[in-house]
């Protein structure tokens, strides 16, 4: 497959594997509402923030939505966005990998950019997340108006590329029926299986005759007999046709004397919905103009000149999630995502590195907690409640010489060491216990700060007979890290043990 090259890449390759572990810190003060811990709103450079979120979060993310900078010098205010076109290559790609990472098989990601970088990230991503998983490059339409002083063309459209993580399994969800569509079915013949829209009762002629398809039909109410036209043949042989004939699906119009019948399609027979289509005009979905109404109902200094308007986001998170899965946007800007999620009634987790991530993001979550009755609230119905977490990066798990910090507390490591070797997220259980969990038939225990109840330095973290005697046990492979083992090599292969030593053998990659 080719691939795209830039100045760097091969150092932005390795970037998110290096980039450290740090730790996620609340800061109470910001969070607010009922349930704070299930929403999560993240202050700080989303490499990081996405590093610290994977032994959590890694293959739980149902949709991520992202909107980075697009590299274009004068479209933003809040942020440096005069990036190189290759520098802007490398701050995407370890950010595509870790997100990649997030993602749950069945997840899909969502980039919106527009014509600057697009290109250039379609064959990155294709690289990231694998060409056959693309879905598509849906075009918004963000402005209504042409710019007249535009020098060369006036450009009216973003792209937002859409991957599956693995396009064999992901589906989208339907969209409702507009109401011009809804408008479509009627019911001329009060029908008591409700209301219908007609279709053509023939298609066109291939070139194998199909004769089976071709003969008379009898008009019943005039008694004419009816013949496709000559390019056409019926869409259905004489059998089929009888039994249309017999359930009274065929419609001949008003008065019972148009000369081709129509098949007359009952809505609860058609699935419910339409299939998304790869154009979305802004009067679906919003401009750039509604983004920047909703944004300014939240906070009068204005964010940047592109927060997009919620439905947009909504008829994503329409497509790609249900009520309950977890939404991710690591360029949160001015909340739009978490908004609109929240109203939704999806879990989320937004990055913002700016101050806005104060100054715009939580005033705006804050008020969508209280009710707030903007943006898509009344076509969703919502009427307020929930709450979110607000947190800041804080320290490293491992210092530069690779020791842990003395701050990390039990259920951090065991989250890293479980991710280490599982590459899934650790979910904490109530009661706290040295054995993490089974995974692939393998036990894996912790022996760490003191988890098994003796506080003296080193106590219950290293692996004796009274330690392994205590441990919960299984039948088969374990594998155990602690500070150091007094069992030899040949002792632990008969007890079916691999040690590992805390903290040369936790390295998170
Ligand atoms: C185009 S704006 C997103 C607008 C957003 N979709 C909305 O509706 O408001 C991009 C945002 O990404 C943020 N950003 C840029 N680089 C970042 C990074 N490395 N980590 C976290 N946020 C970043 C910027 O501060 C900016 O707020």
Request: net charge neutral; aromatic share 10%; glycine share 8%.
């Amino acid at each position: 497959m080719p691939l795209l090259d830039w100045l760097n890449k091969p150092a932005s390759l390795q970037t998110a594997r290096l980039v450290s572990y740090r730790l996620l810190e609340c800061v109470p003060a910001l969070g607010y509402g009922a349930t704070p811990n299930a929403n999560l709103l993240i202050q700080g450079d989303n490499l990081e923030a996405l590093k610290a979120l994977l032994p959590l979060y890694a293959g739980r993310i149902k949709c991520i939505y992202i909107d980075p900078p697009y590299n274009t010098r004068s479209a933003f205010e809040h942020y440096d966005d005069n990036l190189e076109h290759s520098q802007w290559l490398s701050m995407m790609y370890p950010r595509l990998e870790l997100l990649r990472d997030l993602l749950a098989e069945d997840g899909s990601l969502w980039v919106s950019i527009d014509d600057h970088e697009g290109h250039y990230l379609k064959v990155m991503l294709d690289e990231i997340f694998g060409r056959k998983n693309f879905i598509a490059n849906v075009v918004w339409q963000k402005k209504f108006s042409p710019q007249n002083d535009a020098k060369w063309l006036s450009d009216t459209h973003d792209h937002i590329h859409c991957y599956a993580k693995d396009k064999s399994i992901w589906h989208p969800n339907l969209l409702p029926r507009s109401l011009k569509q809804e408008g479509n079915f009627q019911n001329p013949d009060e029908d008591e299986r409700g209301v219908w829209v007609s279709a053509d009762y023939t298609c066109a002629k291939s070139k194998d005759e199909r004769p089976n398809l071709y003969y008379a039909i009898t008009n019943p109410n005039t008694g004419e007999e009816i013949w496709p036209a000559t390019t056409r043949v019926w869409a259905f042989d004489r059998t089929s046709h009888e039994r249309n004939v017999a359930n009274d699906l065929l419609w001949w119009g008003k008065t019972g004397a148009n000369s081709k019948p129509r098949f007359k399609k009952f809505q609860t027979d058609i699935q419910q919905g339409t299939v998304p289509v790869t154009i979305w005009f802004h009067q679906e979905v919003g401009n750039n103009q509604d983004g920047r109404r909703e944004s300014l109902v939240f906070n009068k200094i204005e964010p940047f000149s592109t927060p997009k308007p919620e439905r947009l986001i909504e008829r994503i998170l329409h497509i790609a999630t249900n009520p309950g899965d977890w939404v991710l946007d690591s360029f949160l800007g001015s909340g739009t995502t978490a908004a609109v999620a929240h109203k939704m009634g999806r879990h989320y987790i937004g990055v913002e590195m700016g101050d806005h991530a104060v100054t715009h993001c939580q005033p705006r979550l804050q008020k969508v907690v209280d009710g707030e009755q903007g943006g898509i609230s009344k076509a969703v119905n919502w009427q307020g409640g929930g709450g979110f977490t607000f947190c800041r990066l804080g320290a490293t798990v491992f210092d530069e010489y690779g020791m842990i910090d003395k701050a990390i507390r039990f259920p951090t490591l065991a989250a890293y060491v479980w991710y280490l070797e599982t590459r899934t997220p650790w979910i904490a259980p109530d009661t706290l216990s040295p054995l993490l969990g089974i995974h692939d038939s393998t036990a894996y225990y912790l022996l760490y700060s003191g988890i098994l109840g003796d506080r003296r330095p080193q106590g219950g973290n290293v692996l004796t007979q009274t330690v392994l005697d205590g441990l919960p046990k299984h039948p088969g492979k374990r594998v155990i890290y602690g500070e150091t083992s007094r069992f030899g090599a040949g002792r632990l292969a008969a007890e079916g043990i691999t040690f590992k030593q805390i903290p040369y053998d936790v390295r998170v990659g």
